[in-house]
């Protein structure tokens, strides 16, 4: 198959998914089946990109006839090609999971294509090979995301919704501020003519380089939710149905913190001793800040949203570091991280499906009611929480050893004990909705039929399949490492970037 249907179609097939299931408007049928085959081709494409990546590095193509740096490119890395695999995995257990667990009238008036439409952004920001489409895709994104928010139009939807949307639009504004900046000072916006030139450092304005990288930093940090921007998302991410913010959760503030690696291995790195004590700062205050606001709720949802802004920590701790294995260890954070959040909101929807709600106080003895639940619970928990051999255990493992190398002694003893923490909420989630005895007087008598039951049985089904996923990387864990490693070493060293993008261009 060639570089550019590879690099093209993890585009043109949601794209193409998200047109056709607008032909079927109000036939949530047909749109549900055109949807499962986009996402079943959608995975199969990723799947097919990693395996031509894992052979040659990296490939790239042009859009059009003008060749790089002038034209529209697509370029494809390990980073690129694992990120956009751990999407199509959980894309394709959200899918299973809306089918029987969400509304028919959000399936009819726009879910499907919505989600198609977000996956090509997603697609759009891990494959752009320049920094204008990357604020275009992210545009995508944002738009996509805040249609989904507000699907249903309930008053708390809207309300998370337009903090959601308010928030992001300023960050958009940092975004094409620091564009312009960077277009200015270089006349490019090729991200790999951009990491030439940089690393050339000819007449380098060392100080608006520098101004530009803080308002990228700021920009997509508001995106990713780190500390102190991370405000909105816990406002925003528990209003809308399970079968949305599950996969806006596990996988949007990770695409933020895709391109800020992604940015400041290939673009900003002259400003070292500045930006990565910033990041370990921000790093640090984003893990405690989370784990504590985690701590403190009584929501099933917000605890595992505050659960994301804890994570995204060490996935920038990573960054702060900047050494080969602290990347990888970012990068398989990732991964497990995409994977293990999305499978803990599809838990806490399976759980408000048999109860009707999400509030710990109303909930009890789920253990006992549903134990294959609780067990799915359990494991994923754990993985969360950093517990070997599990997958957490392993990205944690790569950072705190990355960390010791590096002699960052106390962002490694914080990233231990916000692990710690992050063990006791879980711990508090398996108390009070799994283990305590069920409320005698429940706010609201639920009546199950059969019916109800069964469609309730189907929603286990993307669960198990994403727990074997995170068994699979956490028991295996050995190809993922290498991957990570591997992926590390090509952002650390863009010879292999560059001259796949350029050729003989420079």
Same mark, same amino acid.
Request: aromatic fraction near 12%.
């Given at each position: 198959?060639?570089?550019?249907?590879?690099?093209?179609?993890?585009?043109?097939?949601?794209?193409?998914?998200?047109?056709?299931?607008?032909?079927?408007?109000?036939?949530?049928?047909?749109?549900?089946?055109?949807?499962?085959?986009?996402?079943?081709?959608?995975?199969?494409?990723?799947?097919?990109?990693?395996?031509?990546?894992?052979?040659?590095?990296?490939?790239?193509?042009?859009?059009?006839?003008?060749?790089?740096?002038?034209?529209?490119?697509?370029?494809?890395?390990?980073?690129?090609?694992?990120?956009?695999?751990?999407?199509?995995?959980?894309?394709?257990?959200?899918?299973?999971?809306? *089918?029987?667990?969400?509304?028919?009238?959000?399936?009819?008036?726009?879910?499907?294509?919505?989600?198609?439409?977000?996956?090509?952004?997603?697609?759009?920001?891990?494959?752009?090979?320049?920094?204008?489409?990357?604020?275009?895709?992210?545009?995508?994104?944002?738009?996509?995301?805040?249609?989904?928010?507000?699907?249903?139009?309930?008053?708390?939807?809207?309300?998370? @919704?337009?903090?959601?949307?308010?928030?992001?639009?300023? =960050?958009?504004?940092?975004?094409?501020?620091?564009?312009?900046?960077?277009?200015?000072?270089?006349?490019?916006?090729?991200?790999?003519?951009?990491?030439?030139?940089?690393?050339?450092?000819?007449?380098?304005?060392?100080?608006?380089?520098?101004? @530009?990288? *803080?308002?990228?930093?700021?920009?997509?940090?508001?995106?990713?939710?780190?500390?102190?921007?991370?405000?909105?998302?816990?406002?925003?991410?528990?209003?809308?149905?399970?079968?949305?913010? =599950?996969?806006? =959760?596990?996988?949007?503030?990770?695409?933020?913190?895709?391109?800020?690696?992604?940015?400041?291995?290939?673009?900003?790195?002259?400003?070292?001793?500045?930006?990565?004590?910033?990041?370990?700062?921000?790093?640090?205050?984003?893990?405690?800040?989370?784990?504590?606001? @985690?701590?403190?709720?009584?929501?099933?949802?917000?605890?595992?949203?505050?659960?994301?802004?804890?994570?995204?920590?060490?996935?920038?701790?990573?960054?702060?570091?900047?050494?080969?294995?602290?990347? =990888?260890?970012?990068?398989?954070?990732?991964?497990?991280?995409?994977?293990?959040?999305?499978?803990?909101?599809?838990?806490?929807?399976?759980?408000?499906?048999?109860?009707?709600?999400?509030?710990?106080?109303?909930?009890?003895?789920?253990?006992?009611?549903?134990?294959?639940?609780?067990?799915?619970?359990?494991?994923?928990?754990?993985?969360?929480?950093?517990?070997?051999?599990?997958?957490?255990?392993?990205?944690?493992?790569?950072?705190?050893?990355?960390?010791?190398?590096?002699?960052?002694?106390?962002?490694?003893?914080?990233?231990?004990?916000?692990?710690?923490?992050?063990?006791?909420?879980?711990?508090?989630?398996?108390?009070?909705?799994?283990?305590?005895?069920?409320?005698?007087?429940?706010?609201?008598?639920?009546?199950?039929?059969?019916?109800?039951?069964?469609?309730?049985?189907?929603?286990?089904?993307?669960?198990?399949?994403?727990?074997?996923?995170?068994?699979?990387?956490?028991?295996?864990?050995?190809?993922?490492?290498?991957?990570?490693?591997? @992926?590390?070493?090509?952002?650390?060293?863009?010879?292999?970037?560059?001259?796949?993008?350029?050729?003989?261009?420079?």
């Amino acid at each position: 198959m060639s570089a550019h249907l590879l690099l093209v179609l993890p585009l043109l097939v949601p794209l193409c998914g998200a047109i056709v299931c607008l032909l079927f408007w109000r036939l949530e049928r047909w749109q549900a089946l055109v949807s499962g085959f986009t996402q079943i081709t959608w995975l199969g494409s990723t799947i097919f990109l990693l395996k031509r990546i894992i052979t040659d590095k990296a490939i790239s193509t042009q859009i059009g006839s003008w060749s790089a740096p002038f034209g529209i490119t697509l370029v494809a890395d390990t980073f690129s090609a694992l990120v956009l695999l751990a999407a199509a995995l959980v894309g394709l257990a959200v899918f299973l999971f809306s *089918v029987y667990g969400l509304d028919k009238s959000r399936q009819r008036y726009g879910y499907f294509p919505l989600m198609l439409f977000l996956q090509v952004g997603v697609g759009g920001v891990c494959l752009t090979g320049d920094l204008f489409n990357l604020y275009v895709w992210f545009e995508v994104i944002l738009i996509c995301c805040f249609a989904l928010l507000s699907l249903g139009g309930t008053k708390p939807q809207l309300e998370g @919704a337009l903090k959601y949307v308010t928030i992001n639009f300023i =960050a958009s504004g940092l975004l094409l501020t620091g564009i312009g900046v960077v277009y200015s000072l270089f006349g490019a916006l090729n991200l790999a003519e951009l990491a030439l030139i940089v690393r050339e450092g000819t007449h380098l304005n060392l100080p608006l380089l520098s101004m @530009a990288s *803080v308002f990228f930093l700021t920009g997509f940090g508001i995106k990713a939710a780190i500390f102190p921007m991370f405000f909105w998302l816990p406002a925003s991410y528990h209003t809308s149905p399970i079968a949305i913010s =599950a996969f806006i =959760a596990g996988l949007i503030t990770k695409v933020g913190i895709y391109t800020l690696i992604r940015l400041f291995t290939l673009v900003f790195i002259t400003d070292q001793t500045f930006m990565m004590p910033l990041m370990a700062i921000l790093s640090g205050a984003t893990m405690v800040v989370g784990v504590i606001g @985690a701590a403190a709720q009584n929501d099933f949802r917000r605890i595992l949203s505050f659960h994301i802004i804890s994570q995204i920590g060490y996935m920038l701790m990573g960054l702060a570091i900047y050494t080969p294995l602290a990347i =990888a260890g970012s990068i398989f954070f990732i991964i497990h991280n995409i994977l293990v959040k999305t499978n803990l909101f599809l838990v806490s929807g399976v759980v408000a499906q048999y109860h009707r709600t999400f509030q710990l106080p109303r909930l009890g003895g789920v253990y006992l009611q549903q134990p294959f639940i609780a067990l799915l619970f359990f494991v994923s928990a754990l993985s969360l929480a950093g517990t070997p051999p599990l997958s957490g255990f392993w990205g944690k493992f790569m950072l705190a050893k990355a960390g010791f190398e590096a002699g960052n002694y106390l962002l490694v003893t914080t990233s231990l004990g916000v692990s710690l923490v992050t063990l006791f909420s879980m711990t508090k989630i398996w108390n009070e909705v799994f283990w305590k005895s069920k409320p005698r007087k429940p706010s609201t008598s639920i009546l199950l039929t059969q019916s109800d039951r069964l469609r309730i049985a189907l929603l286990y089904v993307p669960v198990v399949f994403l727990l074997c996923c995170i068994l699979a990387i956490g028991v295996y864990a050995g190809p993922l490492i290498e991957l990570a490693m591997r @992926a590390s070493q090509d952002l650390l060293h863009i010879e292999t970037y560059t001259d796949t993008v350029l050729g003989k261009a420079r």
